[in-house]
């Protein structure tokens, strides 16, 4: 049997499958200025695209939205409607969205956009869209202008020919929605330095990589923990993000 390749865009997308409980553990959520910023003020309706494990979700559920959930992964999807039992759930793609046409108020995409086929989902993100509705689209981005920080970064890219550098860049939208609006939030996730390591392996580079080179990814991990002078000897720690978000309203 062939082993999966981890330089390989699809295989990476779909690795999330396996790895869907430590995804639901350790994957931060996202503050609250970026949400408020995805949902202007008036929406009702939201659906969230690719929703994984619900972290965005979850926030959306929390503002008494109506949330529909669409996710291609089912395990992903099952831990989020363990986590939300009231939210409605589509086993789907960006591609192929299970919902009528003009149906929602907006569609939000969490750290996900840069897996889909970029000109199909802005045409089908706009049609089930309200006319004026808003597609919200955000990244969390680990800060590495912290030392610490980086050098993770760096272990976590080490051998990645797919992403080796930023964690995502600005969504190219096709002609049915207008300008882009940017915001940018600067927060902190304080978690266990413990799960430095899980978070590392939830990462689809280190979920598709042999067992070999992915265990001396996480050793380097643990190796960082218990060395830099950030971490060492400290159960938790102050994780910075600088959270991307956009939006752009349909025509």
């Known amino acids: 049997m062939s082993l999966p390749d981890p330089h390989d865009h699809a295989t990476r997308a779909a690795s999330f499958s396996t790895g869907a409980s430590s995804y639901a553990a350790v994957r931060p959520s996202y503050p609250d200025a970026a949400v408020d910023f995805l949902v202007p003020a ?5 659906l969230d695209l690719a929703a994984g494990t619900g972290k ?20 992903m999807l099952a831990q989020l409607e363990a986590a939300l039992p009231g939210v409605e759930t589509h086993i789907a793609t960006a591609e192929a969205i299970p919902l009528a046409e003009g149906t929602v108020d907006a569609v939000v995409v969490g750290q996900a956009w840069h897996w889909f086929d970029e000109r199909a989902a802005s045409a089908e993100t706009a049609r089930v869209l309200r006319q004026g509705g808003t597609l919200g689209i955000v990244w969390n981005d680990r800060d590495t202008s912290v030392d610490w920080v980086a050098r993770f970064g760096e272990i976590l890219h080490r051998g990645d020919r797919l992403e080796p550098g930023a964690e995502h860049v600005a969504p190219a939208l096709g002609p049915e929605y207008g300008d882009l609006e940017v915001a940018e939030v600067r927060w902190t996730d304080e978690i266990a330095t413990a799960a430095l390591r899980p978070l590392a392996a939830s990462r689809s580079y280190l979920l598709t990589l042999p067992e070999a080179e992915r265990e001396a990814l996480l050793a ?32």
């Open 56 to 75: 965005l979700t979850a926030s959306l559920v929390a503002r008494d939205l109506d949330v529909v959930a669409v996710e291609p992964s089912a395990p």
């Open 42 to 46: 008036g929406t009702r309706r939201v």
């Open 220 to 251: 380097a991990v643990d190796e960082l923990a218990a060395t830099h002078p950030d971490l060492a000897g400290r159960n938790r720690v102050a994780l910075p993000y600088v959270t991307h978000a956009y939006r752009a309203r349909r025509r």
